[in-house]
């Protein structure tokens, strides 16, 4: 009885702990457990992963922005009046009421957005093993388009405008991507790691760039890279499974070791 009494006495004297704290672990961990699964997967299961789940968020987004705009639908006038309508004010009011339908109607038009651009962006990188402007452009192209069509916004030349749309989705978007490259461009002296930050990029782990920097570990010694070498620099064993993986099925890589 003593004993437990100055355990229970000791414990006292911790801080309690933090719950937020204990939550944002627990969802790390998980995320990079997914992340590990979801590497070893098959290209088809991958692509149908990335694909649903980001659905699923474009889809909530959707049912938020759909809330805020439910009360703009009510104005629009209703189907017998718009009778009088000539067809270009017609396909107009259509293309209004699609930007402004209810929570089903723009969770269906934003999950359809989002999940066909991250899958045209897995199939991509696994494909061409990295992401650049070309892959942002395609898969901002497939997003535009099948956003286009299922929304309802093409009018009667739907599919032209579909192609359209597509365009101007990619044109926007391999913009976007040319201006975050050049405001994130590395600074000279991170050249040798060049090829590290493009590997912890593509898995997700580029927060652990600096771990490498730290114990020097360039892009000259990723083939010699081993678990304790990793480990010696801090990094988590999820994201060193990640890493080594990433290494094993690299052929330039796997040359070199």
Known sequence: MEGRQGVMEVSKGLPPPNPIAQLQTRYKDLEVGFRVWLAKQSLP????VVTVTSAVQGAAIGAIMGTLTNDVSSSFPNPSSQAALNPQAMASLKQAQALSGGPFVQARNFAVMTGVNAGISCVMKRIRGKEDVQTSMVAAFGSGAMFTLVSGIGGPNQVANAVTSGLFFALVQGGLFKVGQKFSQPPVEDTFYARTRGMLTSLGLQNYEKNFKKGLLTDSTL???TDSALRDVKI?????LLILDRIQRDPELKERR
């Open 45 to 48: 299961v991958e692509a149908a």
């Open 223 to 225: 083939p010699l890279l």
């Open 236 to 240: 988590p064993p999820g994201p060193r």
